[in-house]
Structure formats: structure tokens, C-alpha cells
């Protein structure tokens, strides 16, 4: 009989190219989640099995990921600016304390040349606390709670006009109780106005 002559159907040519086929996909699909994975800094092996057993998902999951590339070159400049900081703040800490230990020393050679200590001063208090100052012309007033001072009725007056001080500003000097607000003294109560 003729049907016995006839070739089979091609099913498993069919089959192969089919198998073939889905291959190539999944074989794009890895290929894809490969190279984003590499651009982003991960693995590009694991996300081609992930992106051929998931097709889709695993390019729509690698693109959801962080980019490691880019978080670590963020951590590396900021480690950068962190260290230029550091530095920086060390550079101005030498300076300042440089300044500082000038100051002392200029202001250690001014105490000595006027024989005075200024270098602690007397509480805003009671007249005990006050200071003994040989000299009776000199002043001292409070600036921000901490003694100013000792200056001249003179230096009073042009702190009064430039409005460094005023009325209420708490003065003090030799032969006073206790520290007075400025415009209660005798000395400038006509010039505290």
C-alpha cells in the first residue's frame, strides 16, 4: 500500500527546532541580564542563569538591583572628601593653635611689662571676688558674662559711643561693692544715655 511508502511525519524535526528555539531564547534572555549585571558591577555567570531561567523577570530583577559600580565610586569619593576634610581641618587646627600659643606669649609679655596678671579673671560677684587693682583709674566691664578690662574711663566712653556697651553693662573698679550697671555710675552717668 501506498501509505506504507510514504515517509513519516516530520514531528521530531519539528521537536529539535522547537528545542532549538526555546534555547536561543533563553540564551538571549541570560545574554541580556549578563551584560547589565556586569555593567553594574555583579556577576555576569549567576545572572545569565538567572536571566535564561527567568526570561523577563531576571532583566526586569538586574535592573532593579543597585548599581555596585556606582555605589562604590560614591563610597570612594566620599572616603576622598572624608580624608581632604580631615586634612584640611588638621591644616586649620595647626594654624589656629600656632595663633594661639602667640597670643599667649604676647599677651604673657604685656602682663609682665605692666605687672598685672590677666590671666584669670575675677567673678561677676560679690566684692570679694572683685579685683584688687593697685591702679584706681582702671576699669572693667562685663562682655557676654566674662570681664573685660582693666581699661581707661576713656576707652569706656568710646565703647559707650560705638555701641559696644550700654546702660546696662555691668562695670566695675576699685572702691565699688560690687559690679553697677554703667548708667548707675557717677563716672558716666552723663554719658550712658
Known sequence: SML????????????VVFFLVFLAVKAIFGA??????????????????IGAFLDCIGIVLVLAMPDLKKEEERERRQKLE???????????RQVA???HQS???????HDEALGIDTSSPPELGP???????????????????????????????????????DRATLVWREGFADWIPLGDTDAFAGDAT
Open 4 to 15: 506504507s511508502t510514504l515517509p513519516a511525519p516530520p514531528a521530531a524535526d519539528e521537536d
Open 32 to 49: 541580556i541580564c549578563a551584560v547589565i549585571a556586569n555593567n553594574r558591577g555583579r556577576s555576569g555567570v549567576g545572572w545569565f542563569f
Open 103 to 109: 597670643v599667649e606669649q604676647r599677651l604673657g609679655a
Open 127 to 165: 566684692a570679694a571676688a572683685a579685683p584688687q587693682l593697685t591702679e584706681g583709674g582702671a576699669w572693667f566691664y562685663a562682655l557676654d558674662n566674662e570681664r573685660q578690662g582693666p581699661v581707661t574711663e576713656e576707652t569706656i566712653r568710646h565703647l559707650l559711643r560705638a555701641k559696644a556697651v
Open 97 to 99: 593653635d600656632s595663633r
Open 82 to 92: 572624608s580624608r581632604r576634610l580631615r586634612e584640611q581641618l588638621a591644616k586649620e
